[in-house]
């Protein structure tokens, strides 16, 4: 297997109003990070798009916390390829 590396990047103040909107959520929560190698001097870093937690739930009240969540994310990604 090629080098692959799982991130935990939760974000505890968004978790705890995302679970205070639904329970069930932290089966949802966009947690992980994923870094692997595809090919010599290539990496990837895919991460779980946060509006899932909306789309899958079908709770409109999660959106603000998946936009800030995403917001955040991004930027962190971002970071990577500078």
Same mark, same amino acid.
């Given at each position: 297997?090629?080098?692959?590396?799982?991130?935990?990047?939760?974000?505890?103040? #968004?978790?705890?109003?995302?679970?205070?909107?639904?329970?069930?959520?932290? #089966?949802? #929560?966009?947690?992980?990070?994923?870094?692997?190698?595809?090919?010599?001097?290539?990496? #990837?870093?895919?991460?779980?798009?946060?509006?899932?937690?909306?789309?899958?739930?079908?709770?409109?009240?999660?959106?603000?916390?998946?936009?800030?969540?995403?917001?955040?994310?991004?930027?962190?990604?971002?970071?990577?390829?500078?």
């Amino acid at each position: 297997m090629e080098d692959y590396l799982i991130l935990g990047a939760c974000n505890p103040p #968004l978790a705890h109003l995302a679970l205070d909107t639904d329970r069930g959520i932290g #089966l949802l #929560l966009p947690c992980n990070v994923i870094v692997r190698t595809d090919g010599p001097g290539h990496t #990837l870093a895919p991460a779980l798009d946060p509006q899932v937690m909306v789309q899958v739930t079908g709770r409109s009240e999660l959106k603000e916390v998946a936009d800030e969540a995403s917001t955040r994310l991004r930027a962190a990604l971002d970071t990577l390829a500078e």
